[in-house]
Protein backbone atom coordinates (compact mmCIF):
# COMPACT_ATOMS: atom_id res chain seq x y z
CA UNK A 1 0.00 0.00 0.00
CA UNK A 2 1.11 3.58 -0.94
CA UNK A 3 1.75 5.61 2.26
CA UNK A 4 -1.33 8.41 1.88
CA UNK A 5 1.73 11.26 2.77
CA UNK A 6 5.01 12.10 2.24
CA UNK A 7 7.01 10.76 4.65
CA UNK A 8 9.77 14.14 4.87
CA UNK A 9 7.48 16.74 3.64
CA UNK A 10 3.53 15.17 5.07
CA UNK A 11 2.26 16.11 1.26
CA UNK A 12 -0.82 14.07 0.38
CA UNK A 13 0.50 11.52 -2.32
CA UNK A 14 -1.30 8.60 -2.81
CA UNK A 15 -4.32 10.07 -4.51
CA UNK A 16 -1.85 10.63 -7.46
CA UNK A 17 -0.29 6.72 -7.13
CA UNK A 18 -2.56 5.14 -9.58
CA UNK A 19 -2.94 7.49 -12.46
CA UNK A 20 1.39 7.49 -12.10
CA UNK A 21 1.21 4.08 -12.11
CA UNK A 22 -1.29 3.47 -14.66
CA UNK A 23 1.01 5.79 -16.87
CA UNK A 24 3.52 4.54 -16.55
CA UNK A 25 2.47 1.67 -18.13
CA UNK A 26 1.35 2.97 -20.65
CA UNK A 27 5.51 3.77 -21.97
CA UNK A 28 5.73 7.45 -20.63
CA UNK A 29 8.72 8.51 -18.97
CA UNK A 30 8.06 8.73 -14.80
CA UNK A 31 9.50 12.02 -15.02
CA UNK A 32 7.30 13.16 -16.94
CA UNK A 33 4.51 11.60 -15.57
CA UNK A 34 4.91 13.00 -12.23
CA UNK A 35 5.59 16.92 -13.49
CA UNK A 36 1.72 16.70 -14.97
CA UNK A 37 0.82 15.06 -11.78
CA UNK A 38 2.13 18.48 -9.77
CA UNK A 39 4.86 16.54 -7.78
CA UNK A 40 7.50 18.85 -7.42
CA UNK A 41 9.76 18.50 -4.57
CA UNK A 42 11.98 15.54 -4.73
CA UNK A 43 11.12 14.07 -1.72
CA UNK A 44 7.54 13.52 -2.47
CA UNK A 45 8.93 12.13 -6.40
CA UNK A 46 11.00 9.62 -4.42
CA UNK A 47 8.12 8.44 -2.44
CA UNK A 48 6.64 7.51 -6.28
CA UNK A 49 9.91 6.00 -7.87
CA UNK A 50 10.88 3.91 -4.71
CA UNK A 51 7.67 2.69 -3.93
CA UNK A 52 7.68 -1.61 -4.68
CA UNK A 53 4.44 -3.22 -3.48
CA UNK A 54 4.81 -6.00 -1.61
CA UNK A 55 1.31 -7.07 -0.81
CA UNK A 56 0.32 -9.47 -3.34
CA UNK A 57 3.76 -11.58 -2.39
CA UNK A 58 2.94 -11.05 1.39
CA UNK A 59 -0.75 -12.81 1.29
CA UNK A 60 0.66 -16.10 -0.38
CA UNK A 61 2.06 -16.60 3.28
CA UNK A 62 -0.85 -15.10 5.23
CA UNK A 63 -3.24 -17.50 6.95
CA UNK A 64 -6.45 -15.29 6.26
Known amino acids: MMPVRCFTCGAVIAD ?4 FTEAVKKGEKPAA ?4 L ?3 RYCCRR ?6 SVVDEL ?3 GKF
Open 33 to 36: VLDK
Open 38 to 40: GVK
Open 47 to 52: MFLAYV
Open 16 to 19: KQEK
Open 59 to 61: IKY
